[in-house]
Every structure is written in C-alpha cells, then in structure tokens.
C-alpha cells in the first residue's frame, strides 16, 4: 500500500500543520511517511501546499506528479488541484470557500463546510483539523485516534490546553455526517 | 530530545541536530535557501549551549571563520547552497592544502548562476571535482533519507578530523526541506585525537605553523604526493555504496543522494515487468567506488545513470565502465524530481530503441 | 658586561628575514615579538597570517600559526578566536590583505567587536608583486598599475584604515602609527600594547595600522624611503589614536 495526500489552501489556514499532523499520526501508527511542502515562488500569491505518502514499505518517491487524494480548503487549491487527482482517486474540499462543482467525472468529492463547521466551534483556527476529520472520514488509512496523537506530538506540552477543542474539531464532520 | 525516539523532522533540522550531537563547538553561516533552516535552527541552540555561532557578513568569510576554528581542533562548520558554495572554492583548495578538518554542508538548489531554489544536483562536479585551484580531494557524502542526513552528518565530522580533509554533505533541496520519521540515537563514531597537530598556543612545545605554501620546490612536491596517498587510503577504508539486486541484473539503475528512492522503486516495476533491473549507488561521491562499477561491468552489466542535472555522475560512471558495457543517462537539469513513472518509461525506451532481449521473464 | 640588546625569545632561533633589505615589516615583527614575550602571550598566541610580504610570518615567530586566504586573516582569526576564546590571537597583515581584498572581513569582525588584534601594513602597495596600485597609494603616486600617477578622476582615493575602523561600534582601539623615527617606533610599540591589551580585558576589536616603508618598490634608499614616510604619508594619513574605550572620558 501506497497513498499520497496534498494537502493545500490560503497562508494562514494551516494547510502545512495540518499536514505535519497528518503525517505525524501516519509514523505513529507504525508506517513509512514522508512530508514535502511547496516553497519558495510556489508559496508566493499566498496559496500553501505539502504533500504526504504514506507507505507500509519504503516510500517510493517523495513528490509525485499525480495523488491518490487532494484536501482543499480554497477555490484557487480546487481549481490548481483538481487536475491532479488520479483517475479514481478523491478531493475533498472546504466548501465555505469552494464552489460545489465537479469538473471530472472519473474522480471523487466530498464537500464539508470546514470552515462553518470550525466558526461553530469557536474559531476559524480549528478548519484545519477539521478538515482532517473530514479526510478521515473519506480516507481508511487516516485514523482521527493517530491524528489526536499527532496533534499532541506536534503541539507537544505548551498546547495542550488546545487538545480538547482540537479533538472537537477532529470528530465535528463524523457527529454531523 | 530523546535520542532513541523516532521523531518527523525536517533533512535541514536533522542536519543541524546531528552535528551539535557530534560535537559542533562552532557554526559560520549566511542565510540561502533552501538551507536557512540549518542556521536558524543552531543560532537557537548553540548560545545555550555555550558554543558559538556567528551570523557571517558572507560564505567567503563563514568558510574561513570555519577555516580558522577547526585548525584549533575543534569541529565547526557552515552549510550553504550551491552559488553560494562557488564562493568558497578557494578555502576548500586551502584546507585541503592545509590538511583541515572542515565539514561543509552544501543543500543543492538549481543553477548556473543564482539559477533558483529548486531541488537539482547539479553540484555533483563543484563537489567531487572543485572548483578551486590545485591538485585535492575532497570527501562527499551524499545521504538519501532524512536518516542518513543524520548518520552521514556524524560520519562527516568523524572522517574529517581522522584524515584532516575536507567533507561536503551533499544534500539537495528536497531533502532539506522534507520531512521524514527518523532517530538520532547516539553519535556511534570515536573521539579524534587531535593533540599532535591542532593549534592551542606553542605551550611546551614549538610552533606550529599550518599552511600549504612552500619557497621550497622540492617540499611543495612532497606535500601534494603525500595529499594523494592520504587519499589513496581513504579511498581504500572509506568508498561506501549500495546495491539492490545487481546478482541476476541487465540493467543496473544508478543515482545518488534522493534520487536513489526514486530508482529502488522503478526497479520494482520494471522487475513485474520482466526488465531485470538492479540498483546502485554511491553513498561516497567521492571517494567513487569505480572499482565496484568496473566488476559489474565485467560481469556485463549495462547502466542507465538517473539525475537531476545534465550528466554529471553519468561521466564517472562511463569512466568507471570503460565502454565494456553501455551507459546511458536519464536526466532532468532541475526542478520536480524525475517521476517513478517517468524513470520507467524511459528505461522501456532504452530497452525498445536497442532491441535488447533484456525482457526474458515475468 | 651587559647585554642590552637580543633576539626576542619567541622568534624562531634560525630565523632570516625574507623581507627587502630595508623595508620597515622587520621592525614590525620585531616589535609584536617583543610584546609577546613582555606580556607573556607566546604560550596563548595564535597568529592568521595572511598572503602578501608576510606571508612567511611562520617562519620568524615561534608561535602557532594558521595560513588565511588572501583578505580572509580577519574572519580566519574570529573563526580561531571564537573555539578558543582565552587565547591571545592576531592577525598581521598588509594594506591590499586587510583594506582591499579583505575589507569586507576586517570591517565586520570590528563591527561584531571580535576580540582579537589586527595589524595592519601601510607600505601604499602591493609589494610582493611588485608594486602595483593598491588601496592606499597616494595621489600622484606612481605604480606599475598607476605608470602615470594615482589621479582622482582615473583610480579613485586612498582609504584610511584606521579612521574607518575607529568608527565600527565593535572597535575597542584603533590607531595609526609609524616606524620612519626612534619616538614613532616607541609610539607604534605603545599603539601595539594597546591593541594587544583591549583584547586581553575582553573590550572589542584592537587596530593597528602602521606606516610602513618600501624602498624596493618605492625605487628609493631606506632613508629617503623614510623621509617619504614623513613628507608624503603622515600628511595624508595623520597619525593618532582614533579610538580608545580605555581612555578618559569614553571613546577617545
């Protein structure tokens, strides 16, 4: 088994946390993983990307041309991604920012509010682990137990007061779907 | 940090870690992308630990700073990129003229020139060949994973003090910036006694004077034979490199530095489709193992060279070859890395244009 | 009977100057050996030498040694001074090495306040090649490069050292000085002490550029050499402390 995720958005929305999250909870459970981000001219214009893959063997390459699943949060990373995604593979998108369009026919969406969902919690800070929770939903090899695990590996002792809201934020698509 | 713990980090942080756990007593830098990390990192770390760290005013001065530490027999380093590497060309000549014990950690960007801050290896010549005056060699570590950033960054400040030689750390900008599981453990290299030679003030004893430079003719001479000697026995206990199922191989892939994840896994998909392909790669650059090129060479092993540049590695390997066998190049000069997809497709190309009956089972 | 007058105990026993019949860069030398043997800094000295007339300081001081590149003595010796900071280390350097080619390293190791010395000889040429223009020939002067004479329109200014120095916050001391007279060598051995002093109190960077005579390149005897010293240098570089964080009062 081999997958690979791209995970992008606006600067500010999380998109690189996110994926260090996501990528975290993917070595916790045990497998090979790599974490690639854009940067440089590729992050000017204010859109930000990483790519995971995750592997039970070793990873075969760390930046691919096309993914197995895109997670989106804004149009410009819809539009720009939506190209990549293999023949059956799926991209899931934040619709509070994303037009609800299908463009392909031989590839899979799923449409989340992220963004409302994350208003609703409090605070627009949390989308992004929203939409972990969405991809989790969507994606058997993202599990929200290693993504809560993930997120305290990353965040470590300091935030820890940020683990419950975060947590929330993880399961809010699974309570509402 | 706990040392045994697998940890995702950064090939730019895992870079800088290992060296202050090998001993790092002083880093010299300037800021280039895509190796910033590394520094912003030390200059966190290395005030606490009440080693130093000097923002340099350029790389020409960061590699003499470097220069004028480790000849007091301590370790210290720079790490730069690429057009900023050309800059310290001249110091490198110097230590190795000097017999100095510099790391230098180069995390390649594109070029020629201020190119940009793509990944490439287009500093495969600038390492293994310099691009400084005189007859020296360097040693060039070229690691794969975020793992081997870690192990060969221990490695690098071991070989440099027991040669008294120059090391690169040839690193590309995908490394630098990826991210990956991997454990420091403990620095597995011993201490290098450096008493006999480093500069700490002429206390009961002479003098000491290090320098490359002689009036006299004869001792220059000298000097330079006794350069290549010393290599000769670094080339002898120290050439390092890999192999995947070269045994019953046609083809042998071969890349170096990240690249060499990328042709492990064209080789699995070559071998499902009956192309018996088998993978090499040199972990030291240089000292090239040409010795174990030229035996897979003589048992009639054909080569196909992946890499992000123009050619540069695939010159070595066809001088290692020596034309008993064919070597061809798969290449990009920079930017996305040559696919799995890609690497396999031009591979069937090579086997289709030569009608090779390489393809015998599946 | 008495001996009044000796090598200095850190010079190299079999020792020979491979300086020009002349040329005031023995007496410099002279004057740091017997500095470091008066304040006992042989056992502690660490010295980056740099490319140019002398580049074979090795040779004559029995101390550690680092050869720099060209232009490179100052960050050699942060590098050398910063792994080993209870060390005394120095650098002794020409005008081309340490104001042309290396000006960039010089300034910024005053600017950080590196604590070490710097010397600096101010002969208005690049004497090992043979005299060409450098950074501090006069105007008028004539060199193999300036066959016609330094003039403004063509080559440019001089740079004085010391005074640009002395302006870096980093600089503890900074001072010109000249060998052409017995009162100027004692000035310039006092200057040195200073320089050498600022460092062992831990206060920045101490600078000193000397005045430096060429009768070699200069086509000129040692005594007019020196006279030239006089009449045609001092007048354009003064001599003077230009900075002293030990003096009364501050800075000067």
Redesign the interface.
């Known amino acids: 088994m081999e997958k690979n995720f791209i995970i992008a958005g606006f600067g500010g929305q999380g998109v690189l946390l996110a994926g ?1 999250i996501l ?2 909870s993917f ?1 916790l459970s045990g497998k ?6 854009c ?3 590729e992050m000017r214009g204010g859109t930000v990307n990483c790519e995971i893959v995750v592997s039970d063997t ?8 096309d993914t197995d699943y895109a997670l989106v949060l804004n149009q410009q990373s819809f539009d720009k991604f939506v190209q990549r995604v293999k023949s059956g593979g799926t991209i899931v998108a934040n619709s509070t920012l994303v037009a609800k369009t299908e463009p392909r026919a031989d590839i899979k969406y799923v449409f989340a509010p992220m963004g409302d969902l994350a208003n609703e919690l409090g605070t627009s800070k949390v989308t992004n682990m929203v939409a972990l929770g969405v991809l989790a939903s969507v994606v058997d090899v993202v599990d929200t137990e290693y993504l809560a695990l993930g997120f305290e ?1 990353v965040m470590g002792e300091k935030k820890k007061d940020l683990l419950q809201l975060n947590k929330k934020a993880l399961e809010v698509w699974g309570n509402t779907i | 940090m706990n040392n045994k713990e697998k940890v995702l980090i950064k090939g730019n942080y895992a870079i800088a870690q290992a060296a202050v756990n090998a001993g790092l007593q002083c880093y010299f830098g300037y800021p280039i992308t895509p190796q910033t990390e590394i520094g912003e990192y030390l200059s966190g770390v290395m005030p606490d630990l009440g080693r130093a760290y000097v923002c340099a005013e350029s790389e020409l001065a960061a590699i003499n700073m470097v220069l004028g530490a480790v000849s007091t027999g301590v370790r210290a380093m720079t790490t730069s990129s690429s057009c900023a590497v050309a800059l310290m060309q001249e110091a490198l000549s110097y230590a190795c003229g000097d017999e100095l014990p510099v790391v230098l950690v180069n995390v390649m960007r594109a070029g020629p020139g201020l190119g940009y801050i793509y990944p490439a290896q287009g500093d495969y010549n600038q390492s293994v060949y310099g691009g400084g005056n005189g007859d020296y060699k360097i040693i060039v570590l070229a690691p794969s994973t975020v793992q081997e950033c870690i192990d060969y960054t221990y490695r690098a400040f071991y070989l440099a003090q027991k040669y008294r030689n120059p090391v690169i750390l040839l690193a590309d900008g995908l490394l630098g910036q990826m991210m990956e599981p991997a454990c420091f453990g403990e620095n597995p290299y011993p201490e290098v006694d450096v008493s006999s030679w480093a500069l700490t003030g002429a206390k009961n004893r002479d003098g000491r004077a290090i320098y490359s430079v002689g009036p006299d003719e004869k001792k220059q001479i000298q000097h330079i034979y006794n350069l290549f000697e010393k290599f000769e026995v670094i080339k002898k206990n120290e050439t390092s490199f890999e192999e995947f199922e070269t045994e019953d191989a046609d083809i042998i892939l071969t890349a170096f530095g990240s690249m060499t994840r990328n042709i492990k896994a064209s080789m699995k998909v070559l071998r499902k489709k009956g192309i018996k392909v088998g993978c090499f790669r040199p972990i030291t650059l240089s000292p090239f193992p040409h010795d174990r090129i030229s035996e897979l060479a003589n048992k009639g092993k054909d080569f196909i060279v992946v890499e992000m540049n123009m050619g540069q590695m695939y010159k070595d390997i066809k001088y290692a070859v020596e034309g008993k066998t064919k070597v061809d190049l798969i290449n990009r000069p920079c930017g996305e890395w040559l696919s799995v997809e890609e690497i396999v497709s031009s591979v069937e190309k090579i086997v289709t244009e030569r009608g090779l009956a390489y393809a015998t089972s599946v | 009977m008495q001996q009044v007058f000796s090598i200095p105990k850190c010079m190299k026993k079999d020792f020979r100057y491979t300086f020009c019949p002349g040329c005031d860069h023995g007496v410099a030398v002279r004057l740091v050996a017997e500095l470091i043997d008066e304040m006992n800094l042989q056992e502690k000295a660490i010295c980056s030498t740099c490319v140019g007339c002398s580049v074979f300081l090795y040779n004559f001081l029995d101390i550690d040694c680092v050869e720099a590149p060209h232009g490179r003595a100052c960050a050699s010796a942060t590098g050398v001074k910063r792994a080993q900071p209870d060390k005394f280390v120095f650098t002794y350097q020409g005008d081309g090495d340490f104001a042309s080619i290396g000006l960039a390293e010089s300034m910024h190791a005053a600017l950080r306040g590196e604590k070490f010395s710097a010397i600096c000889i101010n002969n208005t040429t690049y004497g090992m090649t043979g005299g060409q223009m450098g950074p501090t020939s006069l105007m008028g002067q004539k060199t193999t490069t300036s066959p016609n004479g330094r003039n403004a329109d063509y080559y440019g200014y001089p740079i004085k050292i010391a005074e640009h120095i002395a302006q870096c916050d980093g600089t503890a001391y900074s001072a010109r000085v000249a060998l052409d007279t017995i009162p100027h060598i004692n000035q310039a051995k006092k200057a040195l002490q200073k320089a050498f002093e600022v460092q062992q109190q831990g206060l920045g960077f101490g600078f000193v550029e000397i005045l430096s005579s060429c009768p070699t390149n200069w086509k000129m005897s040692p005594e007019e050499a020196h006279q030239r010293v006089r009449e045609e240098m001092i007048p354009v570089f003064p001599l003077g402390v230009f900075k002293d964080v030990t003096a009364e009062g501050g800075n000067k």
Do not use: C, D, L, R
Not at chain 1, 32 to 37: A, E, F, S
Not at chain 1, 58 to 65: A, F, I, L, R, T
């Open positions: 260090t990528a975290n070595m090979n993983v790599t974490w690639y981000p940067y440089g001219a070793e990873v075969s390459s760390v930046h691919k041309q590996k």
